[in-house]
């Protein structure tokens, strides 16, 4: 079983800064892939990054440029940087940790993140 636990959420004013982090912890292997969602009150859950074992990521087209995912294998920790924050980035932000060869996914508990002047 895997337990994440999120940390690093908060209220920042338009065009600051937030780092989020996640820590796994359980059965974690270093092939999963580790991945932020987001979902914004109304809307659907959507893919902010992730970042596979070798370090490959991806990112939503919205937050390109803005945001940074990163990960410390040795750690079990998956940390995404935001920068330039908007208003329309606020939302509830979720670690998700996933098998690529399995149906196997675990979330944590989620992040709120709030930017408002």
């Known amino acids: 079983q895997v337990q994440l636990v999120e940390s690093g959420g908060g209220l920042v004013q338009p065009g600051g800064s937030l780092r989020l982090s996640c820590a796994a912890s359980?059965?974690?292997?270093?092939?999963?892939?580790m991945g932020w969602y987001r979902q914004a009150p109304g809307k659907q859950r959507e893919l902010v990054a992730r970042?596979?074992?070798?370090?490959?990521?991806n990112y939503a087209d919205s937050v390109k440029g803005r945001f940074t995912i990163s990960r410390e294998n040795a750690k079990n920790t998956v940390y995404l940087q935001m920068n330039t924050l908007k208003p329309e980035d606020t939302a509830v932000y979720y670690c998700?940790?996933?098998?690529?060869?399995?149906?196997?996914?675990?979330w944590g508990q989620g992040s709120q993140v709030t930017v408002s002047s």
């Open positions: 359980g059965s974690i292997f270093s092939f999963y892939v």
């Open positions: 970042i596979t074992s070798d370090g490959s990521t």
């Open positions: 998700n940790v996933a098998s690529p060869f399995s149906d196997f996914s675990s």
